[in-house]
Structures are given as C-alpha cells and as structure tokens.
C-alpha cells in the first residue's frame, strides 16, 4: 500500500513450435513465447499485471492464473471468459497482491494443451522475503511420447479407460522442459528452489538423495517458521519454495522423486530427474531467518462444517469410469457469501488420491482425518488421501463472480470431478435450484 502501483507488462503468445528436451530429441510443443515452460513472469507485491496474450494455436484457449487473487473476470476458465480463439487476443490486468510462488496455464482442452506445454511460472517477489545467495525456479512435469517423440493419445479402449482413471503419466522426466538436466549451486551458498508441480498427475515426493533441506512456502508465500526435511510430497499443482545448501565443492547427488503409492495402476518408482552437480566455494550473504511470517489460523478445529463436498468415482456406460462430486460430473455448486467463513469437509471416498484445488482464494487446512497438520499455511491446492475428510477454512474476500474447484490430476477434471460456484455479495439474493441448472460442461 506505501508503495506507487508499478505496472508490469509482458507479452505472451501461444503457438506450436518445435522444441528439444534433449541432445536430438524434439518434440512439437505448445506453448508460451517459443519456449517450453514459457516465461517467468515477475513482479513485486502490489503491482499491476499488464499481459497482452495472443493465441497463434489452432485451437481455443484461456490462460489461468494459478494461486493469484485476483477479479473472477481475470482468472481465466470458460465461465468466466470467451475464450479466446485461433489469431485472436486477450489482455489480462491484474494486481498481485501476494508474494509467493504461482504460475500460469491452459485451462483449456488441458490434457492436450498443457500435456505439450502451455504453462509457465509467475514469481511475485516482496521485501520481507529471506535473503538467499540465488534463487531458481524448477518445474517438474513429464511427457508420454511414442518412439517418434510424438504426443499420442491411447487408441483402444483399456488404454483410453487406464488413462482417464490414473490420470497421464509419462516417461520423459522433466524439470524446465528439459531431461537429465544439471542443477548447478556453488559450495558454500544458500538457495532459494521454488518448485512448481506443472504435470497432468504425477505425485512428485521431492528427495535430494537424503540431503536436508527447509521448507520455507507454499502455495500462499512463506510458512511460519521454516522447516527441516528430508522429503516432501508436492502433488499436482502445489508448489514448495525450499532453501537448500550450503553444499560442499564437488558434490553431486540426485534431484529426484522416491516412490509415492497414489493407488493407481501406474507401479510407483524412484526417479531421477535432474542432477545438482556442486562448483566453487563461494561466500554467503544468506539468510533465513526462524520467524518467516504470522499466520493467524481462521477457525478452531472443531468448526462448524457449512458445506460438505464428495469427491468419488462412479461407473460410465460410455468411457468406463467418470469422476464425480457429490455423485454428479460437473456439477454447480451453491454460492458463498463475501466474509462469510468457509469450513468446507472435503471428503474423498473413492480409493485414490486426489489433489483438490481451489481457484482465487487461499484455505486453511484445519484438520485431515481429524488430525490438525503438521504447521499452519496458506494453500491452493491440497491433497486428498483415499478415503480420507480434509476440513479446510476459508473467507471469501470482496470478489463476486463465478469460480471453480476441481481435481487437479488433469485427466480427471476431464472427467467430470470440478465445480463452478459463485461468490456473491450480501445484497444479491441466493439463485433457485442452482443444481438443477447445469451448464460450462467441458466438450
Ligand atoms: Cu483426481
């Protein structure tokens, strides 16, 4: 609020482009600006987003931006927006009003579009942020290509039906677009990774081959304190700033992920992603403090539940399997009411996990299975264990309009598991039968 409002622009362009992962290995990707992810976009807390897209692909798109409080306008889904078609051009405005680490991408045919790469990172910075050496942004994903490093869809039925049910999980291991790539830390120094999980359904339980490391934020910006692990598991969607270091000259160990059992078909595994390979001493001028930020928590743990939300699977006659919530595929789901306190019960009764993601607003976990979490944080995207009651809280602040949440394992809001509801402002009356209306069904 001290601060003049200083304006940010950036120029994006979808298009299709040809793009190596590695050394002789191209694929055809979608994406940003020619470059796969696109670009970062930065900015300071408080500025004004100016981004002027144009869509040079063959096929309709909208760009969401994933963790950014912003107008329902702006946030870039089909309910809220035309999307924006071949040739044409959107400018999205925007303030950032948080720090912390976001990102931006496809909301649209996504399983195809972000599979081939329609996404970037969108890093808001803040004085208060602890002093590292350097930062990096690392953004996992995968790809599923044929021998021919061709994005294919699965032909036959139980390949078409495996994929919908697990979600797209690819061989090609990525960070940055790129495979077997090296990550690079001068001995001696404290960095800041802001990892963001960009795939369609990948459990990412980050490792760096039994090397601490702190947690410092999440989805929201900086946690309380920081945190010292080993491992932690970043689900589609989510994102974990850690401070890694100070390393010795010489070293090198795996970035990597150790084998997360989601209950899918898909066998889990320990992968190896990228290498940190560690040079020269150098000096340090970090410093991370143990008090990050004050989070005050938003509701006790025994709250009164005000609106209850099921996530479950359910037969097809036509693919098999569909994805439900509340026992219905794309469903709309009742208004919330600007200041009114949300405790939501996320129940998840089917047998696998699933990455709940709230679009616009930030949540307090409250309890998962009765147990409070480890430490308090504001967070996007949470996931959901099989069978498993996640109690989250949150406020709608002034931002009428219509918003979603949905699975974020891509193939699955496909399917039917996501919501629209509305925010709506204490004068407007509450619509009739909203449940009964359904519309914005994807294809
Ligand atoms: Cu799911």
């Known amino acids: 609020m001290e601060n003049k409002e200083k304006i940010v622009e950036y120029l994006l362009e979808a298009g299709e482009f040809e793009w190596e992962i590695a050394p002789g290995k191209v694929v055809t990707a979608w994406g940003f600006n020619k470059q796969l992810p696109g670009p970062i976009i930065k900015a300071d807390r408080g500025d004004k987003l100016i981004i002027k897209f144009k869509n040079n692909l063959k096929e309709p798109t909208v760009i969401h931006w994933h963790g950014i ?26 303030i950032v009003p948080d720090a912390g680490t976001f990102w931006y991408h496809s909301h649209a045919n996504e399983t195809a579009q972000m599979e081939r790469g329609m996404y970037g990172a969108l890093i808001v910075n803040d004085k208060n942020d602890p002093i590292t050496d350097d930062e990096k942004v690392l953004m996992i994903d995968d790809m599923k290509l044929t021998s021919d490093n061709e994005f294919k869809k699965p032909g036959w039925f139980f390949a078409r039906w495996l994929e919908r049910h697990d979600g797209r999980e690819g061989e090609t291991l990525l960070i940055n677009g790129k495979e077997n790539s090296e990550i ?36 929201g ?4 304190s920081p945190r010292t692990v080993t491992e932690v598991l970043i689900t589609p969607a989510e994102r974990y700033d850690i401070a890694v270091g100070p390393f010795n000259e010489g070293e090198e160990f795996s970035f990597e992920s150790l084998p997360y059992n989601r209950m899918a078909s898909i066998k889990p595994k320990r992968q190896t992603f990228a290498t940190v390979k560690v040079g020269k001493q150098k000096t340090s001028i970090a410093s991370i403090p143990s008090k990050l930020s004050e989070i005050k928590p938003l509701a006790l743990q025994n709250a009164e539940v005000t609106r209850k939300i099921k996530f479950s699977l359910g037969p097809s006659l036509k693919d098999g399997v569909n994805f439900l919530i509340n026992n219905d ?27 709940f993601h709230l679009h616009g607003f930030f949540f307090q976990v409250i309890d998962i299975n009765g147990q409070p979490p480890e430490y308090l944080a504001w967070k ?16 709608p602040d002034n931002r009428p309009g219509t918003w979603m949440y949905h699975c974020h394992i891509l193939e699955h809001h496909e399917a039917g598991m996501m919501a629209h509801f509305d925010v709506i402002n204490n004068d407007q009356p509450e619509p009739e039968n909203i449940s009964h209306h359904k519309h914005h069904h994807h294809h």
């Not at 910006?221 to 309380?224: A, K, T, V, W």
């Open 69 to 94: 409080r912003l107008p329902a306008s702006m946030d870039g889904t089909d309910a809220v927006q035309k999307p924006v078609a071949p040739g044409e051009e959107f400018e999205y405005r925007f």
């Open 329 to 355: 595929t794309h469903i709309n789901d009742k208004p919330a009411r600007v200041g009114e306190l949300q405790i939501w019960e996320v129940s998840n009764t089917s047998l696998m996990d699933h990455p």
């Open 221 to 224: 910006g900086l946690i309380e």
């Open 184 to 219: 690079n830390i001068n001995a001696g120094q404290i960095e800041r990774w802001r990892i963001i999980n960009s795939s369609s359904a990948r459990y990412f339980l980050l490792h760096l081959d039994g090397k601490e490391f702190q947690i410092i934020s999440t989805d």
């Open 380 to 395: 996007d995207t949470i996931n959901l264990p099989p069978r498993s009651k996640v109690k989250i809280a949150w406020i």
